[in-house]
C-alpha cells in the first residue's frame, strides 16, 4: 500500500509552535468507533496524518465479508498520494475505537504550510524517503518463510498496539481474524493456522479466535535467526 506510511516519526520532527500552527491551518476531525475515514474508490485528495486511536485498514472481499490489511495509529500517514491527479484510496479506513483523532491536509492547505512551515514540508519529504526504505523491507520480506512473514505481523502489531503482561508476553488489543493475519502477511488461512500452531508449540504465542498474545523478544530473536540462516 504505498499510500500508507506506518510511523512516518512526522510529528516528531516538528516543534510545539508548528503544531499548534499546523493545527490552525488543517483543523483536526475527531471519529467514533465505526465511522470511516475514507472508503475504497474515494479520491485521495487529503494527506491524513493519524493523531489519535487506531483505525484499520480493509478491503472487502466479493462476499462481503473484510479483510484486515493494516493497523493505523497516532504518527501513521495515510493518503501519501494525495498530489497524484486522479489518485483513489483503494481500502476503506475504519476506526476501531472511539476518539480518533486525524490532521488532514488538502492540496491549498498544503501549499499554506510551505509557504509558512517550511520544516513541516522538509519533515514529510524525509518521511517519504524513509517510508522508501520501508517497501524495500516488504519486498525483501515477500520471499521470506511465511513463519517469519507472520511473525514479523505480529511482533509490529504488539508493539505499536500491545499491552505488556508478566514473563515477557505482550497482548496484542485489537481482533486479528486468522483471514487477517494471512492478508497482513501475503499468505493464506489453511496456512496461518498451520504456523500459528507451530509459533505456538515453541511457547512464542497464545490465544485464538482474534486475540492473541506473544512472547515478543524471544519472537523477535527466532524472526532475525530465520532470516540469517534462509
Known sequence: MSWFIPRAGFLERLSEEEKMRLGQICPPRSYRKDEAVFMSGDACDELTVVLDGMLKIVRHGPSGRERILHLAGPGDILGAEFLEDGAVYKADAVCTSDGVVTCPINRE???????????????????????????????????????????????????????????GWVRIESELRQEDLAAMSGSTRVTITHTLGQLRDLGLVEGTRGRYRVRLEPLERMIEDLLWES
Open 109 to 167: 492547505q498544503f501549499v499554506q504550510v510551505a509557504r509558512e512551515l517550511p520544516r513541516v514540508t522538509l519533515s514529510l519529504a524525509g518521511s517519504l524517503a524513509a517510508h522508501l526504505s520501508h517497501l524495500e523491507d516488504q519486498i525483501e520480506s515477500a520471499t521470506a518463510p511465511v513463519i517469519v512473514r507472520l511473525g514479523r505481523v505480529l511482533t509490529w502489531t504488539a508493539r505499536r498496539f500491545g499491552k505488556e503482561e508478566p514473563e
